[in-house]
C-alpha cells in the first residue's frame, strides 16, 4: 500500500514538472499567427504547419513549426524559387533555392527580412496580418 501511495506521488510529480515545462516552452515559443500576412510586393499564408509566400517575381515556403521566441522574432528557414516573365523554354524551369527568413513580430505587424542561399544580403517586407498583398507578377 505505501509502494502503491509513493508511485502515485511520484507521478504527481512529474506530471506538474513536465507540465510546467510544457507551460514554460510554449511561453517562450508561440506560433506565428495563421491566415494572410501581406504587404508591398510580397503575401504569405500561414497554415498549420507552414507557409506559403508569394513575390513579384518568384514565391518561397517555409516548412513549420513556424515559431516566435519571447520577443516575437523568429528565424525560420525554406526555400524561394525566382520566376521570370514571358514563356519558358522545355527544360529551364525555375530553380529552387535555400532561403532564411528571419525578423519581428509585434502586434499586427511582421518584419520580414530575406536572405537567399549564402548571400550576404537580404531583402526588408513590412506585413500586416489580415492584409492581401500588393504584387505585381512579371509578364
Known sequence: MRALRGGYIFAVVLLIVFSGGA????RFMQGVARGEWGGDHINMNVGEGSAKLEFDCATGYIAGPLTVDEHGKFH???TFTPER??????GNSPREQRATYSG??????????????DSDETETFTLQKGKTGRI???K
Open 23 to 26: 507551460l514554460v516552452y510554449s
Open 76 to 78: 525560420l528557414l525554406g
Open 85 to 90: 516573365g514571358g514563356p519558358i523554354r522545355a
Open 104 to 117: 519581428e513580430i509585434d502586434g499586427s505587424t511582421m518584419t520580414l527580412q530575406l536572405k537567399i542561399g
Open 136 to 138: 505585381v507578377k512579371c
